[in-house]
T-cell receptor, first 112, second 108 residues
Framework: NAGVTQTPKFQVLKTGQSMTLQCAQDMNHNSMYWYRQDPGMGLRLIYYSASEGTTDKGEVPNGYNVSRLNKREFSLRLESAAPSQTSVYFC???????????FGNGTRLTVT | TQLLEQSPQFLSIQEGENLTVYCNSSSVFSSLQWYRQEPGEGPVLLVTVVTGGEVKKLKRLTFQFGDARKDSSLHITAAQPGDTGLYLCAGAGDKIIFGKGTRLHILP
């Protein structure tokens, strides 16, 4: 059972380049989330999808877009990367409102 | 905006000592979760507390949820080097909002 799978694991971009971070879960979970983690800042919510077909902004959505492609997949797109987006990005999913989050192992992104 | 304040941010103690980590908010949460994160991995759930005043034990870890459901604490008895890691509290609802975490280092 793979759980939550994120690709790629590492990525280096130049300022202004675009890329999409992929996330897939095989637990039939309804809700999916994208967080970024920076030193001393904990995990900050970028966007989430409470159910298939819906997406909502989190705490730090600027500079990002998301797509809930189907129940399994939730992608995060950076249209024009900036050095401030250098971070570790985590995708997570959960079954319902008081259920625990299941995390992927993260994507380490560096923007130069 | 719901905020969760964790303290302390860093803690380095000797093996065998006890410690407490705090998680405080001005908001009421339907439940509060504690996660632990190892380097290079995503956080993993330790416990969920739901009822005001609730106490849950997980071996040497004791979790409390405040009566008003705004704050929580994690107490570790006789800390061991294997307890080293980043501990995160999170308030549950439609979104899950995390505190900044407590980085714990247990010295052998």
């Amino acid at each position: 059972n793979a759980g939550v799978t994120q690709t790629p694991k590492f990525q280096v971009l130049k300022t202004g380049q675009s890329m999409t971070l992929q996330c897939a879960q095989d637990m039939n979970h309804n809700s999916m989330y994208w967080y970024r983690q920076d030193p001393g800042m904990g995990l900050r919510l970028i966007y989430y999808s409470a159910s298939e077909g819906t997406t909502d902004k989190g705490e730090v959505p600027n500079g990002y877009n998301v797509s809930r492609l189907n129940k399994r997949e939730f992608s995060l797109r950076l249209e024009s990367a900036a050095p401030s987006q250098t971070s570790v990005y985590f995708c997570a999913s959960r079954r319902g409102v008081d259920s625990p989050l299941h995390f992927g192992n993260g994507t380490r992104l560096t923007v130069t | 905006t719901q905020l969760l304040e964790q303290s302390p941010q860093f803690l380095s103690i000797q093996e065998g000592e006890n410690l407490t980590v705090y998680c405080n908010s001005s908001s009421v949460f339907s439940s509060l979760q504690w996660y632990r994160q190892e380097p290079g991995e995503g956080p993993v759930l330790l416990v969920t507390v739901v009822t005001g005043g609730e106490v849950k034990k997980l071996k040497r870890l004791t979790f409390q949820f405040g009566d008003a459901r705004k704050d929580s604490s994690l107490h570790i008895t006789a800390a061991q080097p294997g307890d080293t890691g980043l501990y995160l509290c999170a308030g549950a609802g439609d979104k899950i909002i995390f505190g900044k975490g407590t980085r714990l280092h247990i010295l052998p």
